[in-house]
């Protein structure tokens, strides 16, 4: 493998110029540099990025932690991530933590010893406290739609009571009474305030929100699946059913399908996210737009910021959520 020496023995210049001429750092004659450019281009020359990121203490690498890359919703954040380090010269390294704090804080440590710039944590699954981030004071963090406002890291968050709001406000206008929700796991922030939304929406129309009807999900498939079928096996069922998140939705479709109960004709059902998926169901799914990829670009703009300015009081960042209107809810009909 080629080193900065034998390019410049091979162009007759010094080490030093040879770095200008790659990094640009210093004004190097057209002829030098085509020169250097040439002996480069022949010995296939690619510069350490270890060696460089020693010497500036930065490697232009970040790192982020998710619950699941698998999971859609993940996965469309962490696309928007790698937009925007592409755009601004970064790399993105992406671990998953599937909900485990031990790998959570394995991760943490790998990254750190690869000596990445700053972390986005989105850990979903996981619940939050100073103690969970203790061991990493100095690291610069940011908490995607996760964690709370009272530790070292900018969070940005969604608007998750809004959102709730908005998708049972919508049953409510389709003349909808009789109103159930599939909710995420207690204790998480998302679906804790989704609930809250929904509640909140509720008691505003004067609605009696029934307890039977009120059953916690997982955000997954599997979760949607069981929840949507222990509604189901209730003396009565709803005729609308907010649920909390559109993995859960798919699943509890499939639910009604086995049941041989029709959407929307028999139960109108809204998500929550707007993953891509969501369009292409049959029928397509109303959910509401947690905007995925902006969560993403603004998650690298934001560590950027804490990279740049580590002194800084830490920023609460409000994502708003919007209603999209598609096939599976109708007026309903007695």
């Not at 162009?11 to 085509?34: D, G, M, Q, Y």
């Not at 490697?59 to 919703?73: D, E, Y």
Request: proline fraction near 5%.
């Amino acid at each position: 493998m080629a080193t900065i020496k034998d390019v410049a023995r091979l162009a007759k210049v010094s080490t030093s110029t040879v770095s200008h001429v790659i990094n640009k750092t210093r004004f190097v004659s057209p002829e030098i540099t085509l020169r250097v450019e040439q002996v480069v281009k022949e010995l296939n020359y690619a510069p350490s990025a270890l060696a460089r990121s020693l010497k500036v203490n930065a490697t232009r690498t970040l790192g982020m932690l998710v619950t699941s890359s698998a999971n859609p919703f993940f996965a469309e954040v962490v696309q928007g991530v790698e937009q925007r380090c592409f755009e601004h010269g970064y790399s993105l390294a992406l671990c998953n933590t599937r909900g485990d704090q031990a790998r959570l804080h394995h991760n943490m440590e790998m990254l750190l010893q690869k000596r990445v710039d700053g972390i986005i944590l989105m850990c979903t699954q996981l619940e939050i406290d100073r103690q969970l981030l203790a061991p990493y004071p100095n690291v610069p963090l940011v908490l995607a739609d996760w964690g709370t406002n009272h530790l070292q890291a900018d969070l940005i968050q969604d608007c998750g009571k809004l959102g709730g709001q908005q998708a049972t406000e919508h049953l409510i206008r389709l003349g909808h009474t009789e109103i159930g929700c599939i909710t995420g796991p207690a204790g998480q922030r998302a679906a804790d305030e989704r609930l809250l939304g929904f509640r909140y929406a509720m008691q505003q129309a004067g609605l009696t929100i029934n307890p039977d009807w009120l059953v916690a999900g997982d955000f997954e498939l599997t979760g949607g699946n069981t929840a949507m079928s222990t509604l189901l096996a209730q003396p009565k069922r709803p005729s609308a059913v907010f649920i909390s998140n559109d993995m859960m939705a798919v699943g509890a479709l499939r639910a009604l399908a086995d049941a041989n109960i029709k959407v929307p004709e028999q139960m109108s059902l809204v998500g929550y996210d707007n993953i891509e998926l969501a369009h292409y169901l049959v029928p397509a799914l109303t959910t509401v737009e947690q905007p995925k990829a902006g969560l993403g670009a603004l998650a690298v703009e934001t560590l950027l910021s804490r990279i740049r300015s580590p002194e800084r009081a830490p920023q609460v960042l409000t994502l708003t959520p919007e209603l999209i209107i598609r096939d599976s809810s109708q007026r309903f009909t007695p």
